[in-house]
């Protein structure tokens, strides 16, 4: 589905010296799955997962996005798609304090209607909050029960792909590991992209994808890697 080529990032420094975040990489992600992108901080997952997304244009190089070329889409083009098909999940969760559970997973949702509410209901459910917690406001619930609205809210449009950057970063171990279990589940009929450096979370991906010092150190399915 995501093809890269001759990929590479650079930031432009204060000084003369420039700064490559991706030195050329060449890869092709599976159409499905769980993928985790693994690598020490500076390395370039973000960079690579954000080139992905969308969210910011590589230096040089192309993507591919299910045989078309995302690098040549046009700004309004690379909105529509990140609206009607990916899903974003950050290390924080971003959510409006003053509003309820619902009403954040409801901010994204692509249409206001009485069934999509009661699907943002059903996912929080499934996502483990009690239904007492769905119409709290955001700020009175923990980070752990945050960063699964913020889930929720990923997902409400159902979209073909998840990237999830540190998502589990701020949290404690136990709902690191429900975070990543809920993300498997959802990898099993689409894609999910993680990107963490703790190794610990990452047991149940499908594709591992090793970053150093911008480039793919390894790639592999998680069978081979191990
Ligand atoms: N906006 C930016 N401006 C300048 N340098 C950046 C910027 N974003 C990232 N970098 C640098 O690019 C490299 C890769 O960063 P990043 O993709 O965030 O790595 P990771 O997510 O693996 O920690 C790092 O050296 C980082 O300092
Ligand atoms: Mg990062």
């Known amino acids: ?8 990032m650079i930031y432009d420094m204060d000084t003369d010296e420039k700064m490559y975040a991706l030195k050329g990489i060449d890869f092709r992600l599976p159409d499905g799955g769980l993928v ?8 370039g ?8 997304s969308t969210l910011k244009y590589p230096t040089e190089g192309k993507i591919f996005y299910n045989g078309k070329e995302l690098t040549a889409f046009s700004d309004r083009e690379r909105e529509q798609l990140r609206r009607q ?22 901010v994204a949702a692509l249409r206001n209607e009485k069934a999509m509410r009661e699907k943002a209901e059903a996912y929080l459910g499934r996502l483990g909050l009690k239904e ?15 960063q699964r609205v913020a889930i929720a809210r990923a997902m409400i ?5 998840i990237f999830a950057d540190e998502p589990t970063a701020s949290l404690d171990h136990e709902n690191a590991f429900l975070v990543m279990r809920i993300l498997k589940e959802y990898a099993k ?9 703790d190794r610990s979370i990452l047991s149940d991906v499908d594709v591992l994808m090793e970053m150093w010092d ?3 150190s390894s790639m592999g399915e998680r069978s081979m890697a191990e």
Do not use: W
């Open 1 to 8: 589905m995501f093809e890269g080529k001759k990929l590479s």
């Open 36 to 43: 985790g992108i693994i690598g020490p901080s500076g390395s």
């Open 45 to 52: 997952k973000s960079t690579l997962m954000y080139c992905l």
């Open 85 to 106: 098909e990916f899903g974003f999940v950050f290390q924080k969760h971003y959510l409006v304090p003053y509003m309820s559970a619902v009403d954040n997973v409801m």
């Open 132 to 146: 007492r917690e769905f119409y709290k406001k955001s700020s009175k619930l923990s980070g752990g029960q945050c």
């Open 157 to 161: 449009n159902d979209p073909k792909v």
């Open 189 to 197: 009929d689409r894609l999910v992209l993680v990107v963490t450096h």
């Open 214 to 216: 911008g480039a793919i």
